[in-house]
Each structure stands twice: as structure tokens, then as C-alpha cells.
T-cell receptor
């Protein structure tokens, strides 16, 4: 296990369809984060988990977005009824629980809604 | 006021010069501070982190933190064209989520 893995790397979907992304964190990391990034902006926080518990969800996150981490290992992010505004890079990161430790990112999933 | 602010740039420096990237943050509860580098179309890559006041050096990179001024910076010595990228400043609040600035574009001209 050499890093955070995200699948798929690219996803093109039609407006109104549902999509699901997967993130496999670094194995010893118990924190997992989801971010969204659009062109020219920094990563925008969506939600994060500590083990299987979802500890915080952004107020900006629509009800169409849901994330799970059922066994405290991999996580999925689902977007229902996609809209063109959902087109972005979706980034997953993981870190250990300890204070002052760094978070490492996966390669991201680029979503294009047409 | 944004939680983490950076000048968007672009910051242009000649090859071999020192590039200075700055970041301010609004929440005094911020505990850890990170610099990530992001090439176009790629995910952020961690360069350095710092959580104590002062300087921290790693190779050509030096991070500087001043909690009283709520200011963190990154110096890149002997800048190379391969350093051309967007540099993201991020902070953790109360040991929880990582909050990013919008990033500064750095261009190193050969």
C-alpha cells in the first residue's frame, strides 16, 4: 500500500445520472477526507470520517451528495441526479488521527457532467 | 473573510531566484499549517508542514510560521522551472478538517 487510491480516474456522465466514486486510504490512516476542486480554486472541504464515523459535513453540500465509510477502510462518495455544476475534480485524502500530522491525497476523480 | 487567504498570482521569478509565497489565516485556533504543490491537472502533493512558530527547512524549501500575526510563508531557494505550479496553503482547525486557500500560481522563468 503506497498511497491513497481513487477510482475511477475519470468519469463522464449525463445530467441526471447518479455516480459513485471510491477512495482507498493509506491502510494505517483512520481519517479520510473528501474535497471538491474546480479550476482556479483550492480544494473545497466536503466531508470527513474518523474510522466509520462521519464527523463533519460541509453546509454547502447538497442533499444529493452522500458519503459512506462502512468498515472504516475505503469510502464511497455518491452524487445523485448530477448537474453540470457538479463537474469538478473530487479528491480524497487520508491522515492519521494524531494532531499535527499530514494528509495525503489520491490522484482524484475528474467528473464531467454533460 | 476567508479562513485561509493567498495571493492568486501569478508570481513570476527568474530561475535561481528565491520565490516567496505567503498565506494568512483567520482562526487563531489553527494548529497545523501545510504547503502543498499542485501541477495542472494533478492532485496536491505535500511539500512541508509546520506547527511551531519559527522556521522549518527542508532542502530548498523553508516554511515560516508566525502565529501572532496569523501568517505562514514558504520560501523556495534556487527556484527551478520544475517548481512552476500552484502552491496551496492549508491549515487544520482544532485538529480536524484541513482548510485550503485558493492557491498561488508560481512561474519560474528560465
Amino acid at each position: 500500500d503506497t498511497g491513497v487510491s481513487q477510482n475511477p480516474r475519470h468519469k463522464i456522465t449525463k445530467r441526471g445520472q447518479n455516480v459513485t466514486f471510491r477512495c482507498d486510504p493509506i491502510s494505517e490512516h483512520n481519517r479520510l477526507y473528501w474535497y471538491r476542486q474546480t479550476l482556479g480554486q483550492g480544494p473545497e472541504f466536503l466531508t470527513y470520517f474518523q474510522n466509520e464515523a462521519q464527523l463533519e459535513k460541509s453546509r454547502l453540500l447538497s442533499d444529493r451528495f452522500s458519503a459512506e465509510r462502512p468498515k472504516g477502510s475505503f469510502s464511497t462518495l455518491e452524487i445523485q441526479r448530477t448537474e453540470q455544476g457538479d463537474s469538478a475534480m473530487y479528491l480524497c485524502a487520508s491522515s492519521s488521527q494524531e494532531l499535527n500530522t499530514e494528509a495525503f491525497f489520491g490522484q482524484g476523480t475528474r467528473l464531467t457532467v454533460v | 473573510q476567508k479562513e485561509v487567504e493567498q495571493n492568486s498570482g501569478p508570481l513570476s521569478v527568474p530561475e535561481g531566484a528565491i520565490a516567496s509565497l505567503n498565506c494568512t489565516y483567520s482562526d487563531r485556533g489553527s494548529q497545523s499549517f501545510f504547503w502543498y504543490r499542485q501541477y495542472s491537472g494533478k492532485s496536491p502533493e505535500l511539500i512541508m508542514f509546520i506547527y511551531s512558530n519559527g522556521d522549518k527547512e527542508d532542502g530548498r524549501f523553508t516554511a515560516q510560521l508566525n502565529k501572532a500575526s496569523q501568517y505562514v510563508s514558504l520560501l523556495i531557494r534556487d527556484s527551478q522551472p520544475s517548481d512552476s505550479a500552484t502552491y496551496l496553503c492549508a491549515v487544520t482547525l482544532y485538529g480536524n478538517k484541513l482548510v485550503f486557500g485558493a492557491g498561488t500560481i508560481l512561474r519560474v522563468k528560465s
